[in-house]
Protein backbone atom coordinates (compact mmCIF):
# COMPACT_ATOMS: atom_id res chain seq x y z
CA UNK A 1 0.00 0.00 0.00
CA UNK A 2 1.18 3.87 -0.74
CA UNK A 3 1.22 5.27 2.45
CA UNK A 4 4.27 8.24 1.43
CA UNK A 5 2.93 12.15 2.17
CA UNK A 6 3.99 14.47 -0.87
CA UNK A 7 4.13 18.02 -0.23
CA UNK A 8 4.14 19.86 -3.50
CA UNK A 9 7.67 20.80 -3.96
CA UNK A 10 8.22 16.57 -3.63
CA UNK A 11 5.83 16.74 -6.72
CA UNK A 12 8.54 16.71 -9.83
CA UNK A 13 10.47 14.09 -8.32
CA UNK A 14 7.11 11.75 -7.92
CA UNK A 15 7.16 9.16 -11.02
CA UNK A 16 5.07 9.70 -14.00
CA UNK A 17 1.70 7.75 -13.07
CA UNK A 18 1.11 10.00 -9.58
CA UNK A 19 1.69 13.16 -11.29
CA UNK A 20 -0.14 12.08 -14.07
CA UNK A 21 -3.19 11.01 -11.92
CA UNK A 22 -2.82 13.15 -9.77
CA UNK A 23 -3.11 16.72 -11.92
CA UNK A 24 -6.14 15.19 -13.77
CA UNK A 25 -7.74 14.63 -10.55
CA UNK A 26 -7.53 17.81 -9.45
CA UNK A 27 -8.31 19.47 -12.76
CA UNK A 28 -11.59 17.10 -12.47
CA UNK A 29 -12.36 18.36 -9.47
CA UNK A 30 -11.71 21.98 -10.85
CA UNK A 31 -14.34 21.41 -13.48
CA UNK A 32 -16.81 20.01 -10.94
CA UNK A 33 -16.71 22.82 -8.93
CA UNK A 34 -17.05 25.68 -11.61
CA UNK A 35 -19.48 23.29 -13.43
CA UNK A 36 -22.62 23.96 -10.83
CA UNK A 37 -22.87 27.89 -10.99
CA UNK A 38 -22.32 27.29 -14.97
CA UNK A 39 -25.39 25.12 -14.99
CA UNK A 40 -27.88 27.86 -12.82
CA UNK A 41 -26.54 30.90 -12.00
CA UNK A 42 -27.80 33.03 -15.48
CA UNK A 43 -30.88 30.84 -15.02
CA UNK A 44 -31.64 30.68 -11.46
CA UNK A 45 -29.88 33.60 -9.53
CA UNK A 46 -32.92 36.33 -9.96
CA UNK A 47 -35.54 33.75 -10.67
CA UNK A 48 -35.55 31.31 -7.71
CA UNK A 49 -39.06 31.78 -6.03
CA UNK A 50 -38.24 33.69 -3.14
CA UNK A 51 -35.75 36.31 -1.77
CA UNK A 52 -34.23 33.00 0.32
CA UNK A 53 -33.66 30.90 -2.22
CA UNK A 54 -31.75 33.48 -4.73
CA UNK A 55 -29.65 34.45 -1.86
CA UNK A 56 -29.17 30.57 -1.45
CA UNK A 57 -28.38 29.98 -5.07
CA UNK A 58 -25.79 33.14 -4.89
CA UNK A 59 -24.57 31.57 -1.74
CA UNK A 60 -24.01 28.13 -3.26
CA UNK A 61 -22.38 30.00 -6.48
CA UNK A 62 -20.04 31.76 -4.26
CA UNK A 63 -19.07 28.54 -2.52
CA UNK A 64 -18.66 26.21 -5.28
CA UNK A 65 -16.11 29.34 -7.14
CA UNK A 66 -14.24 29.68 -4.14
CA UNK A 67 -13.45 26.08 -4.00
CA UNK A 68 -12.82 25.91 -7.91
CA UNK A 69 -10.51 28.42 -6.48
CA UNK A 70 -9.20 26.28 -3.69
CA UNK A 71 -8.60 23.53 -5.86
CA UNK A 72 -6.98 25.45 -8.96
CA UNK A 73 -4.36 27.13 -6.37
CA UNK A 74 -2.88 23.43 -5.83
CA UNK A 75 -2.84 22.82 -9.57
CA UNK A 76 -0.63 26.23 -9.86
CA UNK A 77 1.74 25.14 -6.91
CA UNK A 78 2.62 22.41 -9.28
CA UNK A 79 3.14 24.38 -12.38
CA UNK A 80 -0.31 23.60 -13.78
CA UNK A 81 -3.79 25.88 -14.41
CA UNK A 82 -7.30 24.91 -14.88
CA UNK A 83 -8.62 28.71 -15.10
CA UNK A 84 -9.91 27.56 -18.72
CA UNK A 85 -12.21 25.29 -17.04
CA UNK A 86 -13.83 28.70 -16.14
CA UNK A 87 -15.23 29.35 -19.79
CA UNK A 88 -16.07 25.93 -21.73
CA UNK A 89 -19.22 25.16 -22.32
CA UNK A 90 -21.34 22.60 -20.85
CA UNK A 91 -21.24 20.23 -23.49
CA UNK A 92 -17.49 20.19 -22.82
CA UNK A 93 -17.98 19.59 -19.05
CA UNK A 94 -15.80 16.64 -17.83
CA UNK A 95 -18.94 14.85 -16.00
CA UNK A 96 -22.63 14.02 -17.14
CA UNK A 97 -24.46 15.63 -14.37
CA UNK A 98 -22.90 19.33 -15.95
CA UNK A 99 -23.99 18.92 -19.24
CA UNK A 100 -27.89 18.76 -18.97
CA UNK A 101 -30.42 21.89 -18.81
CA UNK A 102 -32.27 22.99 -15.30
CA UNK A 103 -35.57 24.66 -17.03
CA UNK A 104 -37.76 24.47 -13.93
CA UNK A 105 -36.82 24.95 -9.89
CA UNK A 106 -36.99 21.80 -9.31
CA UNK A 107 -34.14 20.54 -11.01
CA UNK A 108 -32.13 23.01 -8.80
CA UNK A 109 -33.31 21.23 -5.67
CA UNK A 110 -32.67 17.85 -7.20
CA UNK A 111 -29.03 18.70 -8.45
CA UNK A 112 -28.26 20.18 -4.62
CA UNK A 113 -29.64 16.97 -3.21
CA UNK A 114 -27.90 14.36 -5.68
CA UNK A 115 -25.18 15.83 -7.54
CA UNK A 116 -23.59 17.86 -4.29
CA UNK A 117 -23.96 14.57 -2.68
CA UNK A 118 -21.76 12.90 -5.00
CA UNK A 119 -19.27 16.08 -4.60
CA UNK A 120 -19.14 15.56 -0.93
CA UNK A 121 -18.59 11.75 -1.46
CA UNK A 122 -15.83 12.50 -4.00
CA UNK A 123 -13.99 15.03 -1.58
CA UNK A 124 -14.26 12.49 1.41
CA UNK A 125 -11.99 10.24 -0.58
CA UNK A 126 -9.25 12.64 -0.56
CA UNK A 127 -8.97 13.24 3.31
CA UNK A 128 -5.97 12.04 4.74
CA UNK A 129 -5.35 11.47 1.17
CA UNK A 130 -0.98 10.93 -0.22
CA UNK A 131 -0.53 14.67 -1.67
CA UNK A 132 -0.64 16.68 1.66
CA UNK A 133 -1.92 19.95 0.23
CA UNK A 134 -5.42 18.56 -0.77
CA UNK A 135 -5.51 17.03 1.99
CA UNK A 136 -4.99 20.05 4.32
CA UNK A 137 -7.97 21.66 2.58
CA UNK A 138 -10.08 18.51 4.35
CA UNK A 139 -11.12 17.45 7.85
CA UNK A 140 -8.94 17.13 10.25
CA UNK A 141 -7.33 20.31 9.02
CA UNK A 142 -10.12 22.28 7.93
CA UNK A 143 -13.77 21.75 7.47
CA UNK A 144 -15.02 24.00 5.36
CA UNK A 145 -15.49 23.19 2.06
CA UNK A 146 -17.03 19.70 3.52
CA UNK A 147 -19.27 21.72 5.42
CA UNK A 148 -20.34 23.71 2.68
CA UNK A 149 -20.88 20.94 0.17
CA UNK A 150 -23.12 19.98 3.14
CA UNK A 151 -24.91 22.99 2.96
CA UNK A 152 -25.79 22.34 -0.45
CA UNK A 153 -27.00 18.75 -0.27
CA UNK A 154 -29.15 19.95 3.17
CA UNK A 155 -30.93 22.69 1.02
CA UNK A 156 -31.24 20.27 -2.28
CA UNK A 157 -32.73 18.15 0.12
CA UNK A 158 -35.49 20.63 2.14
CA UNK A 159 -36.02 21.98 -1.53
CA UNK A 160 -37.33 18.55 -2.85
CA UNK A 161 -39.40 17.62 0.41
CA UNK A 162 -41.10 20.87 -0.26
CA UNK A 163 -41.20 19.41 -4.51
CA UNK A 164 -43.60 16.90 -3.08
CA UNK A 165 -46.34 18.80 -1.13
CA UNK A 166 -49.50 19.51 -2.74
CA UNK A 167 -50.13 22.80 -1.08
CA UNK A 168 -48.84 26.55 -2.46
CA UNK A 169 -44.80 25.25 -1.41
CA UNK A 170 -45.48 22.21 -4.16
CA UNK A 171 -47.01 23.98 -6.75
CA UNK A 172 -44.23 26.87 -7.05
CA UNK A 173 -42.09 23.70 -8.30
CA UNK A 174 -44.35 23.09 -11.63
CA UNK A 175 -43.26 23.90 -14.75
CA UNK A 176 -45.57 27.35 -15.54
FE1 LIG B 1 -18.00 22.46 -4.12
FE1 LIG C 1 -21.74 21.99 -3.74
Redesign the pocket.
Known amino acids: MFTDKIESEDFSKMPEEYRTLLSRVLRIQAD ?2 IG ?1 PHLYVSQWLLSAPSAEEQWKVAKTAA ?2 IE ?1 FHKINQLLNQIGMDASDRLFVQKADRYVDAFRQEMPTWADWAVFGMLI ?1 RV ?1 QYQ ?1 DEFVDCSYVPLARLLPPHDNQ ?1 LE ?2 QG ?1 VNFGLLKVMELGRSDEAGSRYRRP
Do not use: A, Y
Open positions: FEGEEHDGLIEEH
